[in-house]
Nanobody
């Protein structure tokens, strides 16, 4: 499985971005997918995850109500819509495919990782 994250950019606080995670391979459509982010000098942290069929989602408290994860199984793509961006959202965002159909916040649950896309939010 190869994952390609895209859609990052440099925006001002309050703006919106939509990240995309495109994948190759059949396993992607049957597995949960998550988004993580890593700011300079910080640990990689969980952002959001979506189950294999999109029926279940889970968010970090820091993004709940502002970010929305969704997926298009026909296109093998997972999206992360980010509204109300804040400077503290600045990070490299990574998508990852989990080992199973459902996954939580633990990085160990995710087997395949994309290369990341930079999101920079200025105040």
């Amino acid at each position: 499985v190869q994952l390609q994250a895209s859609g990052g950019g440099m925006v001002q606080a309050g703006a919106s971005l939509r990240l995309s995670c495109a994948a190759s391979g059949r396993i992607f459509s049957n597995n949960a997918v998550g988004w993580f982010r890593q700011a300079p000098g910080e640990e990689r942290e969980f952002v959001a995850t979506i189950s294999w069929n999109g029926g279940s989602t889970y968010y970090a408290d820091s993004v709940k109500g502002r970010f929305t994860i969704s997926r298009d199984r026909a296109k093998n793509t997972v999206f992360l819509r980010m509204d109300g961006l804040k400077p503290e959202d600045t990070a490299i965002y990574y998508c990852a495919a989990a080992r199973g159909s459902y996954a939580g916040a633990a990085r160990s649950s995710y087997l395949y990782w994309g290369q990341g896309t930079q999101v920079t939010v200025s105040s």
